[in-house]
Nanobody
Framework: QVQLVESGGGLVQAGGSLRLSCAVSGSTFSNYDMGWFRQAPGKEREFVAT????????YYADSVKGRFTIARDNAKNTVYLQMNSLRPEDTAVYYC?????????????????????WGQGTQVTVSS
């Protein structure tokens, strides 16, 4: 069983920054493609960013491109989401997710049902 625990959320003013972390249990973290999603009240969960199992390939939603950066440390079993220039519309619960078969495919997982395990989420609130 793979467990994911997010941290780092909070309240920040528009224009500020936050760094989310997601600690992943298990010895094969380095095989997983990892992703971040978010869900705002009354909206569907949406893709934010993904990173390949070895960390060389990344992909971002257009809404966060140039402001957010996804990274991973395979030695620490952790994936990060650095969020800069935050906007009120970034307010949401942020979830990390693991695609445990990521090392077997070339394509990065961009939709929720491609992921096998999810964290419980961390709230990010950006005030105007």
């Amino acid at each position: 069983q793979v467990q994911l625990v997010e941290s780092g959320g909070g309240l920040v003013q528009a224009g500020g920054s936050l760094r989310l972390s997601c600690a992943v249990s298990g010895s094969t973290f380095s095989n997983y493609d990892m992703g971040w999603f978010r869900q705002a009240p009354g909206k569907e969960r949406e893709f934010v960013a993904t990173i390949s199992w070895i960390g060389l390939r990344k992909y971002y939603a257009d809404s966060v491109k140039g402001r957010f950066t996804i990274a991973r440390d395979n030695a620490k079993n952790t994936v990060y989401l650095q969020m800069n220039s935050l906007r009120p519309e970034d307010t949401a619960v942020y979830y990390c997710a693991a695609d445990i078969d990521g090392h077997t495919t070339v394509a990065l997982p961009l939709i929720a049902n491609e992921y096998d395990y999810w964290g419980q989420g961390t709230q990010v609130t950006v005030s105007s």
